[in-house]
């Protein structure tokens, strides 16, 4: 004949199950609160700087637009000059060659939503200066963003 055994644990922890201390359990999130804030002001930097290239590359669109207007024109000027701003819209900045045509320099652009920023033109088109910007902590540097 088979008997069965019935284990009985003893009430309460024994002496070799004992727990994490207040004192270790505090510095492990102390810790995890370092890394955590490490890890923000990386991120945090990180995007800054991705909003200067992007900024700075849209601005290059916008440049090589127009010289690409003035270029298929056979003009040296745009029809006029851009003080309110360029955001990228048709009929803004159109240059007419000597044939007559007018070309526009949003036809340039390949497509998508209109810039961050509206870019002032002097009539030679070339961006004097920023009328409006939407882009987040990036200003304007005479010439670049920053």
Same mark, same amino acid.
């Given at each position: 004949?088979?008997?069965?055994? $019935?284990?009985?644990?003893?009430?309460?922890?024994?002496?070799?199950?004992?727990?994490?201390?207040?004192?270790?359990?505090?510095?492990?999130?102390?810790?995890?609160?370092? $890394?955590?804030?490490?890890?923000?002001?990386?991120?945090?930097?990180?995007?800054?700087?991705?909003?200067?290239?992007?900024?700075?590359?849209?601005?290059?669109?916008?440049?090589?637009? $127009?010289?690409?207007?003035?270029?298929?024109?056979?003009?040296?000027?745009?029809?006029?000059?851009?003080?309110?701003?360029?955001?990228?819209?048709?009929?803004?900045?159109?240059?007419?060659?000597?044939?007559?045509?007018?070309?526009?320099?949003?036809?340039?652009?390949?497509?998508?939503?209109?810039?961050?920023?509206?870019?002032?033109?002097?009539?030679?088109?070339? $961006?004097?200066?920023?009328?409006?910007?939407?882009?987040?902590?990036?200003?304007?540097?005479?010439?670049?963003?920053?």
């Amino acid at each position: 004949m088979y008997t069965a055994a $019935i284990m009985v644990c003893p009430a309460g922890p024994r002496r070799d199950e004992r727990g994490f201390t207040l004192v270790e359990l505090l510095v492990v999130v102390v810790i995890l609160g370092v $890394i955590a804030a490490v890890a923000t002001l990386g991120v945090t930097r990180f995007i800054g700087s991705s909003n200067v290239d992007a900024a700075n590359t849209e601005m290059h669109q916008a440049r090589t637009a $127009i010289v690409l207007c003035l270029y298929e024109a056979e003009a040296m000027e745009i029809d006029a000059a851009v003080p309110a701003g360029w955001d990228g819209s048709a009929g803004v900045v159109e240059a007419t060659g000597a044939s007559g045509t007018t070309h526009d320099a949003a036809d340039y652009l390949h497509g998508g939503a209109p810039f961050k920023a509206s870019y002032i033109l002097n009539k030679a088109g070339h $961006i004097t200066g920023v009328a409006s910007v939407s882009w987040p902590s990036v200003t304007w540097a005479g010439d670049h963003w920053e």
